[in-house]
């Protein structure tokens, strides 16, 4: 079973990046498409971005796109997301999901198709 454990969550001001780390236990996730979802003060849930198991195919959210960079590693089985100009509607706690894919499977949008999370961690973005 793989376990999953977000780190790099804080406290920044608008405009500043911030890089979030997924560090995966347990087995590889080699064969795991990855995302990162997150959810806001009041809000559901919210898809962010995602990546295939080779990390040759990403997804964003409109909302992010040009200001945040999902990638993995994994040699090291681990994902990141590097965001930047972040804004205070990036608030949110983000989480780190995922989903066990057959070799030519892609990466969802949709939290349903994610088997495993991780506890969050919070980004808080100040004006």
């Known amino acids: 079973q793989v376990q999953l454990a977000e780190s790099g969550g804080g406290l920044v001001q608008v405009g500043d990046s911030l890089r979030l780390s997924c560090a995966a236990s347990?087995?590889?996730?080699?064969?795991?498409?990855m995302a990162w979802f997150r959810q806001g003060p009041g809000k559901e849930r919210e898809f962010v971005a995602a990546?295939?198991?080779?990390?040759?195919?990403?997804e964003y959210a409109d909302s992010v796109k040009g200001r945040f960079t999902i990638a993995r590693e994994n040699a090291k089985n681990t994902v990141s997301l590097q965001m930047g100009s972040l804004k205070p509607e990036d608030t949110a706690i983000y989480y780190c999901?995922?989903?066990?894919?057959?070799?030519?499977?892609?990466?969802?949008?949709?939290?349903?198709?994610?088997?495993?999370w991780g506890q969050g961690t919070q980004v808080t973005v100040s004006s």
């Open positions: 990546i295939s198991w080779n990390g040759i195919s990403t």
């Open positions: 999901a995922a989903d066990q894919v057959p070799p030519a499977a892609g990466a969802s949008r949709f939290d349903y198709e994610y088997q495993l």
């Open positions: 347990g087995r590889k996730i080699n064969n795991y498409a």
